[in-house]
């Protein structure tokens, strides 16, 4: 069994900042990617960056120069710092890992996290 653990979100004004945390803890034996969505009003989810296991990083046009993603590969834990944060940026993230358990690489989602930035 696998979860992944979020914490960070919240209500932020316009301009400020925010950090979120994913923690991914159960019957991991390796991770390929590590990386965060926000869902759409379709309800769809978009990426908004992700690392992968070579410390390779990509991000959404609308969050580059502003999010950062990292990781900590002994914690199993995924950052993403958010500064000057817009309203555009409302909405759920969640956080998402590709992981290799009993032999075969899956893919897992976070709960998601409110993120919400008033102008």
């Known amino acids: 069994q696998v979860q992944l653990v979020e914490s960070g979100g919240g209500l932020v004004q316009a301009g400020g900042s925010l950090r979120l945390s994913c923690a991914a803890s159960?019957?991991?034996?390796?991770?390929?990617?590590m990386g965060w969505y926000r869902q759409t009003s379709e309800k769809r989810r978009d990426l908004v960056a992700r690392i992968n296991n070579g410390g390779s990083t990509n991000s959404a046009d609308s969050v580059e120069g502003r999010f950062t993603i990292s990781k900590d590969n002994a914690k199993n834990t995924v950052y993403l710092q958010m500064d000057s944060l817009k309203p555009e940026d409302t909405g759920v993230y969640y956080c998402y890992i590709r992981g290799m358990v009993g032999g075969r690489w899956n893919d897992y989602w976070g709960q998601g996290t409110q993120v919400t930035v008033s102008s």
């Open positions: 159960g019957s991991i034996f390796s991770i390929n990617v």
